[in-house]
């Protein structure tokens, strides 16, 4: 009688994910180390024919203390795996993209584009007749003939050759980078734990030293952090002072990040170009909030992640995946140490 296929945490994951793995993948052999000290993680791993890999480093030591045929790496780049230290003991990585960073990064993006082209502001001027302050009546258009720009906007900022600065660089981050290069735009990053070599140059980012560095470096500041302890008001008005004047704030992570009190501050005296939040210290936000009259501000309820599934469609792509492996079928991209990380 053949067991089950043994698949292992190679860390302790957040509950709300164990969660969706112990549900979706039932039919495995699940491990989940119950803490991240050595000895619970080396007890998952025993047996172990596949190892699913987050934040904590994977390599050799944890394929020698386990059986694994197959690495499963959550999220499109494997930059916790160790490649050449699997490729050297036979077993191929393979990265299942989060269809919930997928879709975040989407909704930055988004956000980030509502800002800088004032689509909110335009929309509102449209419905709202805003060519007759002009002076302008409406007429037929033809090729040559329109009313470009109608209502006069002379603060829309195109993308191409600005930066990006990312605070926070794990799958939601890497998604976002990869979407700004595709605009054109530069993109920088920082976050506690340097991002290792040769990772900075696959992704295209320039990797800064400090967190206040990239707030003064950059354009634009996308925030994807957890909110703890440490990170709590994080960009307080201290903070905020630092970033260019005209910059612009994205925040799709948690709105215990920021000051919320001293952004509105800053959007309404024209420090800061504008902010697209979809998080908020308080959900649903308050109709009196100060960030609800704030100009420049494009707020959405909480949407990020919406359409994607979440955790549970992950696990279905990773239980997909460890099948096809097994079965000897092709399955998602595999990882190699000469990728490009694109």
Same mark, same amino acid.
């Given at each position: ?14 509950? #709300? ?27 998952? #791993? ?50 299942? $993209? ?40 409406? !007429? ?41 290069? /595709? ?14 070599? $040769? ?22 500041? !996308? ?50 170009? /504008? ?8 959900? $649903? ?46 399955? $998602? ?10």
């Amino acid at each position: 009688m053949t067991h089950r296929t043994r698949v292992a945490f190679c860390e302790r994951p957040p509950d #709300l994910v164990a969660r969706a793995a112990r549900s979706v993948l039932s039919r495995f052999d699940l491990r989940i180390p119950d803490s991240d000290e050595p000895a619970a993680i080396r007890s998952a #791993l025993r047996g172990a024919d596949a190892l699913l890999a987050r934040k904590r480093r994977v390599g050799g030591r944890e394929l020698d203390q386990s059986a694994a045929k197959l690495i499963v790496m959550l999220g499109r780049h494997p930059v916790s795996v160790a490649l050449e230290e699997a490729a050297a003991r036979g077993a191929p990585v393979v990265a299942v $993209p989060h269809p919930g960073a997928i879709a975040v990064a989407d909704h930055t993006l988004a956000l980030l584009l509502a800002v800088t082209r004032r689509i909110v502001e335009g929309d509102r001027g449209v419905r709202e007749g805003g060519y007759r302050s002009r002076g302008l009546s409406p !007429s037929r258009t033809t090729e040559e003939s329109f009313a470009f720009n109608w209502l006069g906007r002379d603060d829309i900022v195109a993308l191409e050759g600005r930066t990006l600065g990312l605070a926070g660089f794990g799958a939601i981050g890497q998604e976002v980078a990869r979407r700004a290069r /595709g605009f054109g735009m530069k993109v920088s990053m920082f976050q506690r734990r340097p991002l290792r070599e $040769p990772w900075p140059g696959r992704f295209g980012v320039r990797q800064r030293g400090s967190f206040g560095e990239l707030l003064e470096t950059s354009d634009i500041v !996308s925030l994807h952090l957890p909110h703890t302890e440490a990170t709590s008001n994080l960009l307080d008005g201290a903070a905020l002072d630092r970033m260019k004047r005209g910059a612009i704030l994205v925040n799709t992570a948690r709105g215990g990040l920021v000051d919320e009190a001293a952004l509105a501050e800053r959007l309404r005296d024209g420090r800061l170009g /504008g902010a697209g939040l979809d998080v908020f210290r308080e959900e $649903p936000l308050p109709e009196a909030h100060p960030l609800a009259q704030a100009p420049g501000a494009v707020l959405a309820p909480h949407t990020g992640g919406a359409g994607a599934g979440g955790a549970r469609e992950l696990f279905a792509r990773v239980g997909e995946a460890v099948d096809a492996f097994f079965a000897g079928r092709a399955g $998602p991209r595999r990882e190699s140490s000469g990728g490009d990380g694109t």
